[in-house]
Nanobody, 125 residues
Framework: QVHLRESGGGLVQSGGSLRLSCAGS????????VAWFRQAPGKERKFVAS????????YYADSVKGRFTISRDNVQNTVYLQMNSLKPEDTAVYFC??????????????????WGKGTLVTVSS
């Protein structure tokens, strides 16, 4: 099992930017595909973006395409989510997850059953 810790959330105005980080602890995540998900209040958790182990390919939900960018630094054992042009509907708790069985599978994403605490992003209008 890999433990992931999300950070970087906060309160931002509509049109603003934030960068989220997903850090692996105790064990490297460099060999795995990693994805970001989000859960808005009262709604189901949804896929946002994913990246292959070597950054060769990425995949985005239509709702964030062109505004969000997923990237990773395997030396730092961290995956990032750069979020630009934020909208109030982006308000959610953001989580990351890793596919421990694949470094290339982007979508559907088969991550770990265990989730971290996430990081809250609030976008004000």
């Amino acid at each position: 099992q890999v433990h992931l810790r999300e950070s970087g959330g906060g309160l931002v105005q509509s049109g603003g930017s934030l960068r989220l980080s997903c850090a692996g602890s105790e064990r490297t995540i460099s060999g795995y595909a990693v994805a970001w998900f989000r859960q808005a209040p009262g709604k189901e958790r949804k896929f946002v973006a994913s990246i292959t182990w070597n950054s060769d390919d990425t995949y985005y939900a239509d709702s964030v395409k062109g505004r969000f960018t997923i990237s990773r630094d395997n030396v730092q054992n961290t995956v990032y989510l750069q979020m630009n042009s934020l909208k109030p509907e982006d308000t959610a708790v953001y989580f990351c997850n890793a596919d421990l069985n694949s470094g290339y599978r982007l979508y559907p994403f088969y991550g770990m059953s265990q989730w971290g605490k996430g990081t809250l992003v609030t976008v004000s209008s």
